[in-house]
């Protein structure tokens, strides 16, 4: 997920709450967005998405993991 307006590039990790995250996102940058136009889609790593999009590499850029 991006927002251009904040610079803030979000990274979703499956079964880390990442949904809640986007939800609070949406509510609170208009402009918040997914991002799927680039190779691998969802599954797209951090530098296929700046292959596409070189400017995000400025963003501030965060994701959550956890601990099993």
Do not use: C
Request: no cysteine; net charge neutral; charged share 20%.
């Amino acid at each position: 997920m991006v927002s251009d307006e904040a610079r803030l590039l979000f990274v979703h990790v499956q079964k880390t709450g990442g949904q809640s995250i986007e939800h609070v996102l949406r509510a609170h940058l208009p402009d918040a967005r997914n991002v799927l136009e680039v190779r691998g889609g969802k599954h797209a790593t951090y530098a296929d998405t700046l292959q596409h999009h070189p400017h995000w590499a400025d963003y501030w850029s965060f994701g959550f993991v956890r601990n099993p």
